[in-house]
Structures are given as C-alpha cells and as structure tokens.
C-alpha cells in the first residue's frame, strides 16, 4: 500500500523559506509523476507544483519563487518555498500520479494523496 507522508511545515515571517519533504513508501516512485497541490480555508484545492519525468510544472503565482524536485533513490519529492507571501498560507499535500504520466494540473489525476502539512506565512 502507498503512503505519502508530508513534512517541513510551519509558521514564517513574509519573505522566508521553507522546505518541504514528502517521503513515499510502498512503491518506487522512478518516473511516476509527482506533484505538490495546496487548500486554503474555504477554497478549493489548487495545483502548485509537479514534476515528471521530463520537467516540472508550475503555477503562475509561485513561479521564480518555489522550486520541486525529487530523489528517487530515497523515494522523496521536495518543494523548496522562497519569498513566501501571506497568500502562500494554506495545507500542502503531495500527490502521485501515474508511471511515466505528465504533469497535471487535475487533483483527480493523481491516485495517492499525503495527509498535508500547514504552511502559515505572518505578514
């Protein structure tokens, strides 16, 4: 069975960084895609960042600023957070899509889900 297991959320000052780490179990994840989605209170949820296995994809809105990437060897897919904005505020969750699959802006693209972690950014 698949397990995604977010970490590295928390509470920042706007302009900080944070780190992100989403460790998957049950599965080699080589060439599957993998994505990071966010959901702020009373929104619905939203792609933010993905990366398959001939690139990566962004929203418009954290592009220059977040960067994800993946170890495959350690079955482990990060986001790197700069510059965060107070509209940056909600719970992260990975998400992992097919083998060999591209990038999605879809959540019902994506089989397995990981339980979120809070990102808060204090303005």
């Known amino acids: 069975q698949v397990q995604l297991v977010e970490s590295g959320g928390g509470l920042v000052q706007a302009g900080g960084s944070l780190r992100l780490s989403c460790a998957a179990s049950?599965?080699?994840?080589?060439?599957?895609?993998l994505a990071w989605f966010r959901q702020a209170p009373g929104k619905e949820r939203e792609f933010v960042a993905g990366i398959d296995w001939s690139g990566t994809d962004y929203r418009d809105s954290v592009k220059g600023r977040f960067t994800v990437s993946r170890d495959d060897a350690k079955n482990t897919v990060f986001l790197q957070m700069n510059s965060l904005k107070s509209e940056d505020t909600a719970v992260y969750y990975c998400a992992l899509g097919g083998y060999f699959a591209s990038n999605s802006h879809r959540a019902t693209d994506y089989a397995y889900w990981g339980s979120g972690t809070q990102v808060t950014v204090s303005s």
């Open positions: 049950g599965r080699p994840f080589s060439r599957h895609v």
